[in-house]
């Protein structure tokens, strides 16, 4: 029979493991913004929730980071349940009232996470309207607090907007082209070099099936979960963008 610890035994080297491979992730804690509307507040089946917070928490720390969510707003039943969240917000009034509110200088995060532009195209903006508005968000919480400090500035990962359920022809446009604006923003945008790319419709891993039931626009706790494997990936995938967050 097997004694306690030898039955711990693999799983105390798979995190050992992780721990090593890890080292270098956890040299900081990341002070993370999660910034947008409803589906940043966690909105599905008619509530609200931790939404992708709670599944990208549980991942980093399980891959040995120290995470803290910050914002005025908070929503779920998690103890990180803080963020930048509000129902219905379009793209404007958002880069308006970030700089308005002056969140960032006040919480100084280290990282971003910005899902936002769904309520713009219920409202039928144009794709030039699209470009200005998201360049506007971008250049909103990069400034004033690390205006030209690129060394303490913060990683802003932009996601593309989640696909719709609706069969409007002009709903469907407004989405592709949005998106396909803040692919292009993200590599082009005066601070590209801490940009990174949270694709969330790339027409196959999140799809209209991981919207909550009876809901065009926010997904179910399933599409949520996804939401938070595409943030954890563009994470990863740009750790040299990452900086140490600055004292508050």
């Known amino acids: 029979m097997l004694s306690e610890w030898q039955k711990l035994f693999p799983a105390v080297l798979a995190v050992l493991a992780a721990g090593c491979a890890d080292a270098q992730k956890a040299e900081f804690p990341l002070r993370a913004m999660p ?15 931790d939404g992708y917070r709670e599944p990208l928490l549980e991942r980093l720390v399980a891959d040995g980071w120290q995470l803290h969510y910050v914002g005025t707003q908070r929503s779920g039943n998690s103890a990180e349940n803080h963020h930048e969240g509000y129902p219905g917000i379009r793209t404007q009034p958002l880069a308006n009232q970030t700089r308005a509110k002056g969140v960032i200088d006040q919480f100084k995060p280290n990282l971003l996470l910005l899902n936002v532009g769904t309520n713009d195209c219920t409202a039928r903006l144009t ?44 709903l469907q446009d407004c989405t592709r082209y949005f ?60 750790l040299d963008k990452l900086h140490a967050p600055v004292s508050v």
């Open 35 to 49: 910034i947008g509307a409803s589906i940043t507040a966690g909105f599905s089946a008619g509530k609200l929730t």
């Open 127 to 170: 794709r030039e309207e699209a470009r200005r508005i998201h360049s506007d968000m971008i250049d909103a919480v990069f400034g004033p607090a690390y205006a030209g400090d690129a060394a303490t500035a913060p990683l802003l990962i932009t996601s593309t907007l989640l696909p719709r359920r609706e069969s409007d022809q002009a």
């Open 179 to 238: 998106n396909e604006e803040i692919r292009d923003l993200a590599r082009t945008h005066p601070r590209s070099a801490q940009i990174a790319l949270a694709d969330m419709n790339n027409g196959s891993f999140i799809t209209v099936d991981d919207l909550a039931p009876g809901d065009n626009l926010h997904p179910s706790a399933e599409g949520y979960a996804k939401m938070a494997a595409v943030w954890y990936e563009a994470l990863n995938a740009n």
